[in-house]
């Protein structure tokens, strides 16, 4: 049969599954004044630590290092920078950290070879200097190696997972990624500073790399609802993450 005049033959509909864009997460730009502050304070954290971290100190069973209760700072500020200014931010931030954590062992390094009084006074200030500061150079590539290791594959989680999840999931990825760049940390600053701080059987590297380990991811966990709080706050005074998580 023939169609009628002015009617078209049916043809099968043809329907096309559009895929929404892909979001990226939102993060602000690194150029303010919030960013420098997080940076400069990891920064004298990471020098504070490895100026502590050349004493040897027993809690008890524990071993540990006069560096223990500072740590931890510089990893929450790193996850706090991770997530809000992003990866290649955190990347930074490490590598200005230590920088000026290599700038410190030079000037100490100086300052005990500059020539100094040769009273009983000053030969027994010359002696603390070389045995206080004098091993820090030995923490700093302990710390170098273990940090960087450590803090971007904690700021490489935490980014991985919050192209997954946006906004949602802080709490996941605060404690997700901080497993994974404490337990490298520990295991590579422990095994290399050891010496510099007087460990010298397998036992008593293993107490100080369990506890360094369990104190330093404890505390970052402890410290989840303030880290949530300061990320909140940031997000909402950086105007330019506001910006990117309207566009988002």
């Not at 979001?23 to 690194?30: H, L």
């Not at 500020?77 to 590598?95: C, H, M, P």
């Not at 970052?220 to 909402?236: C, D, M, N, S």
Request: hydrophobic share 50%; net charge positive; proline share 4%.
């Amino acid at each position: 049969m023939r169609p009628r005049h002015g009617c078209r033959p049916y043809t099968a509909a043809v329907t096309q599954t559009v895929e929404a864009p892909h979001q990226s997460p939102a993060y602000a730009s690194r150029g303010s004044s919030h960013f420098d502050i997080l940076v400069a304070l990891m920064a004298v954290v990471i020098v504070l630590s490895n100026i502590g971290a050349s004493k040897g100190v027993v809690l008890g069973p524990i071993i540990t290092d006069g560096g223990f209760f500072l740590f931890p700072i510089a990893y929450i500020v790193g996850d706090v920078i991770s997530e809000v200014y992003g990866f290649k931010a955190a990347r930074r931030a490490t590598l200005m950290g230590f920088g000026a954590a290599l700038f410190a062992v030079v000037c100490f390094w100086i300052m005990i070879k500059l020539p100094g009084f040769t009273d009983d006074y000053g030969v027994a200030k010359q002696a603390a200097l070389e045995g206080a500061p004098g091993p820090v150079w030995q923490i700093v590539l302990a710390s170098v190696l273990g940090f960087v290791a450590g803090q971007l594959s904690n700021a490489w989680v935490m980014s991985r997972l919050k192209a997954r999840t946006h906004e949602r999931g802080l709490v996941l990825r605060l404690m997700g990624s901080t497993g994974v760049g404490e337990a490298l940390d520990t295991i590579i600053f422990c095994t290399i500073a050891a010496s510099a701080i007087g460990i010298t059987s397998f036992g008593q590297w293993a107490n100080y790399t369990f506890f360094g380990f369990l104190w330093k991811t404890l505390v970052e966990y402890a410290f989840v609802p303030v880290t949530r709080l300061v990320i909140g706050w940031l997000k909402q005074h950086e105007p330019s993450y506001q910006e990117a998580l309207a566009s988002a």
